[in-house]
């Protein structure tokens, strides 16, 4: 069972664009929403996180916007440059079975063309 | 800046060994984890500790098992490497159990089980 949904799997954009991630969860205990960047032999760091009692986070170029009653989330790349090109982790934390999850999409690879 | 060495960038082993892979946080945090990346199966969790000699299981531990003898170290073991344990992985430590409380990672262990 996926419990965090993410996609597209793969995206390519050109410089200047809008990266646009999306992800979905079910489990409505999920109450802290991380997203992490990671680039080509790097591990992921964390870039940004939101909680559920806002509907958006700005850092920067990069933008969460989040819709409780949908059960979604997603990362806005503003003005994509290639140096943004990395692979992009959504994830999810709660309660889940009696102890604290962090659970993670499957990824999105993001490649910004000159 | 928290630094979480891997002791290996890449491992070979064949089948059937016993294969050790080493991590070492140094900013004194409370949790370390060991995860698993696979392309399009993103970062899943095998194992992780909240404490010294504390260990839990998470939600892939089948086939490897943990030890943390001191809090800056923490390894993971394949007690009988299979083809199917090649992958990279990937060592994490967090200050404590809040809930913001940022994954860092290392840069990965890319190991090829023969």
């Known amino acids: 069972q996926q419990q965090v949904k993410q996609s597209p799997q793969s995206l390519i954009v050109q410089k200047g664009g809008i990266s646009i991630i999306n992800c979905a969860y079910e489990n409505t205990a999920f109450d802290y929403f991380p997203w992490y960047q990671q680039f080509p032999g790097k591990g992921p760091a964390l870039l940004i996180a939101?909680?559920?009692?806002?509907s958006e986070k700005k850092e920067g170029r990069f933008t969460i916007s989040f819709n409780k009653s949908a059960k979604q989330f997603s990362l806005h790349i503003m003005d994509s440059q290639p140096g943004d090109s990395a692979t992009y982790f959504c994830?999810?934390?709660?309660?889940?079975?009696?102890?604290?999850?962090?659970?993670f999409g499957k990824g999105t690879k993001l490649t910004v063309n000159p | 800046d928290v630094k979480v060495t891997q002791s290996s960038r890449y491992l070979v082993k064949r089948t059937g060994e016993k294969v050790f892979l080493e991590c070492v946080q140094d900013?004194?945090?409370?949790?370390m984890f060991w995860y698993r990346q696979d392309p399009g199966l993103g970062l899943r969790l095998i194992y992780f500790?909240?404490?010294?000699?504390?260990?839990e299981k998470g939600d892939i531990p089948e086939g490897y098992s943990v030890s943390r003898e001191k809090k800056e170290r923490f390894s993971l073991i394949l007690e009988s490497a299979s083809t199917n344990q090649t992958s990279m992985y990937l060592c994490a430590s967090s200050p404590d159990r809040r809930e913001n409380s940022p994954l860092h990672f290392g840069n990965g262990t890319r190991l090829t089980v023969t």
């Open positions: 900013m004194d945090h409370e949790n």
């Open positions: 994830a999810a934390k709660g309660f889940q079975g009696g102890s604290e999850k962090l659970v």
């Open positions: 939101i909680r559920p009692d806002v």
């Open positions: 500790s909240y404490d010294v000699k504390m260990k």
